[in-house]
């Protein structure tokens, strides 16, 4: 059974910085690409980070310059370091494999930045 739980949200001011964690089980995950995708209100959920089995990263244009996605394979962790916040970043983040699983989707970190 795929779990993916996500951790690390909270509120933060406009220019802070904030580190998502997901903890995958279930996958062989060093072989796996993972993303990290967020859902605003209102909006539909967007892919914001990837990051492949290789190490390779892609980014959604809105996020680049600012957050840094990393794994670590010796603990089936992926992470996203995100500095400079913005109000526009306020959203539920999620991590998934990419492409994403529909089945795989997990509770999700909010996160909040104030202006």
């Known amino acids: 059974q795929v779990q993916l739980v996500e951790s690390g949200g909270g509120l933060v001011q406009a220019g802070g910085s904030l580190r998502l964690s997901c903890a995958a089980s279930?996958?062989?995950?060093?072989?796996?690409?993972m993303g990290w995708y967020r859902q605003a209100p209102g909006k539909q959920r967007e892919l914001v980070a990837v990051?492949?089995?290789?190490?390779?990263?892609n980014y959604a244009d809105s996020v680049k310059g600012r957050f840094t996605i990393s794994r670590d394979n010796a603990k089936n962790m992926v992470y996203l370091q995100m500095n400079s916040l913005k109000p526009e970043d306020t959203a539920v983040y999620y991590c998934?494999?990419?492409?994403?699983?529909?089945?795989?989707w997990g509770q999700g970190t909010q996160v909040t930045v104030s202006s």
């Open positions: 990051i492949t089995s290789g190490g390779s990263t």
């Open positions: 998934n494999t990419s492409p994403a699983r529909y089945n795989y």
């Open positions: 279930g996958i062989i995950f060093s072989l796996t690409a």
